[in-house]
């Protein structure tokens, strides 16, 4: 199936300090691409893959599951780690779950995470009903394009497949248990008005990690696709001040050595 305009995976080879941008559930690299991009212009080696059974059909992603999305990250990573001297991991809402779980795998391999509402759980009675719904019913309603900036649009399905979700809260309650072992620095940005994900997953993200070094902060103008929405030029400044504050090798203009 051809990918949708918007949804290719994007990848720049830049200095000895990389990083991996993980898109959210249903969603596809266009929600990073205006990061991804900052990041690159500052000489990062960037690397923003399509997970699988995204970014075509939601009838695509019926037939993948968490195992398929985390598998590509965890490639993604791997040789971003053959060319980088440091990698860093970055997601949004599911791609934060995705990086988190990079990080509690990988260890020193990761040198930090930057996740921007990342979800933790999928809520509401319905999500019990998972089960058995989801051989009954293929698809839901979306979850695209929670924006509050006027003509955001977030390229991504406007169904839900019933057993990928069921597959997604299974990969929930894996991460979660896994949460302990992220001792990286850790910067998790959230937006009070979230109608995906509610403000307790970040808060429960925050009780579980083992970092000492976490900062969080609030994205008060923006819904839950804050990197196409009012706060994203915050979120690039703050993520790329994160990344120097820990990698040498990236100045005060943010300019990678190699790049």
């Known amino acids: 199936m051809p990918v949708l305009p918007g949804a290719e995976p994007y ?24 990061w991804a991009e900052y990041l690159a212009e500052r000489g990062l080696s960037v ?14 992603m019926e037939l993948t599951g968490w195992q398929d999305w ?49 979800a933790n759980k999928v ?18 309603k979306g979850i695209t394009s929670d924006i509050a900036r006027p003509g955001g649009v977030e390229v991504g399905y406007d169904r839900v497949p019933l057993h990928a979700a069921h597959s997604l809260r299974t990969f929930f309650r894996v991460v979660d248990g896994e949460l302990p072992q992220v001792t990286q620095p850790l910067l998790l940005l959230h937006s009070p008005q979230d109608h995906v994900v509610p403000p307790a997953d970040s808060a429960r993200i925050l009780s579980r990690v083992s970092s000492t070094d976490v ?34 090798s990236v100045g005060k203009e943010g300019t990678a050595a190699g790049g």
Do not use: K
Request: charge should be neutral; hydrophobic fraction near 40%; glycine fraction near 10%.
């Open 215 to 248: 900062r969080e902060g609030l994205l008060e103008q923006s819904y839950h696709v804050a990197t196409l929405d009012y706060d994203a030029d915050r979120i690039f400044e703050e993520s790329l001040a994160f990344i120097g504050r820990l990698a040498p």
């Open 11 to 34: 990848r720049h080879d830049g200095g000895e300090v990389g990083v991996l941008l993980c898109h959210g559930f249903t969603g596809s690299p266009q929600s990073l691409r205006p």
């Open 47 to 60: 690397a923003l893959p399509l997970l699988p059974g995204h970014g075509t059909r939601w009838e695509d």
């Open 70 to 118: 985390y598998a590509e990250v965890d490639r993604e990573l791997r040789a971003l780690r053959r060319r980088c001297a440091q990698v860093f991991v970055f997601g949004l809402s599911m791609g934060g779950a995705l990086a988190l779980r990079l990080a509690a795998r990988h260890g020193d391999a990761v040198s930090g995470v930057v996740v921007v509402n990342p």
């Open 123 to 140: 809520h509401g009675l319905s999500a019990h009903a998972l089960s058995v719904a989801r051989h009954l019913v293929r698809s839901t």
